[in-house]
């Protein structure tokens, strides 16, 4: 099983700010399988990126995602109020075995 | 745009079983099953294929967790049986847009589960 690790735990920012996400597997993961969401409290997740870096519908361009390999990132350009939550990334490996990191939680400074 | 409206939570005794219900409205290619516990992270369960009927289900799980469909209401079904305290969570029903797009673009509101000893 692939085993995905999300620093940091938390994130303290301010709104304006640049947010840097990171999502980390234990073994090289196919790029297109790599997503990531937003979940706020008491809601569904909200799907932002998937296939690593595109944009899903409605998701506003200071999100972006970007990595290869084992390595994968999710920036938020300059945070709004509403951007602050839990974020995990997603991934989909061998033995039709879908795994989620266990998620970075950012939160206001 | 889909649509996927779930049943409300469920309290059980441990070695019960529970059914919960994931009504799609619009068409997805895949419907997946995902759970959350209390303060945690995700955890994959498995997936139906509302139109073919056709399943799979992650290793933990199999022997007793069942999906089923409808196809006349558009529901899936999933049945996890032999409850234990530690399947207290809240479990969604999401949706995969295309053949091995291997993301999930829309969520249900998530149903409670709530397992005691």
């Known amino acids: 099983e692939i085993v995905l690790t999300q620093s940091p735990g938390t994130l303290s920012l301010s709104p304006g700010e640049r947010a840097t996400l990171s999502c980390r597997a234990s073994?090289?993961?196919?790029?297109?399988?790599v997503a990531w969401y937003q979940q706020k409290p008491g809601q569904a997740p909200r799907l932002l990126i998937y296939a690593a870096s595109r944009r899903a519908t409605g998701i506003p361009d200071r999100f972006s995602g970007s990595g290869s390999g084992t390595d994968f990132t999710l920036t938020i350009s300059r945070l709004e109020p509403e951007d602050f939550a839990v974020y995990y990334c997603?991934?989909?490996?061998?033995?039709?075995?879908?795994?989620f990191g266990q998620g970075t939680k950012l939160e206001i400074k | 745009q889909v649509q996927l409206m779930q049943s409300g939570a469920e309290v059980k005794k441990a070695g019960a079983s529970v059914r919960l219900s994931c009504k799609i409205f619009g068409s997805t290619f895949n419907l997946h099953w995902v759970r959350q516990a209390p303060g945690q992270g995700f955890e994959w369960l498995g997936i139906i294929n509302p139109s073919g009927g056709g399943t799979i289900y992650a290793q933990k799980f199999q022997g007793r967790f069942t999906l089923t469909r409808d196809t006349s209401t558009s529901t899936v079904y999933m049945e996890l049986s032999s409850l234990r305290p530690e399947d207290t969570a809240k479990y969604y029903c999401?949706?995969?847009?295309?053949?091995?797009?291997?993301?999930?673009?829309?969520w249900g509101q998530g149903t409670l589960v709530t397992v005691s000893s």
């Open positions: 073994q090289t993961v196919t790029t297109r399988s």
């Open positions: 999401t949706s995969e847009p295309a053949h091995e797009s291997w993301y999930f673009d829309y």
């Open positions: 997603q991934q989909f490996g061998m033995s039709s075995k879908y795994t």
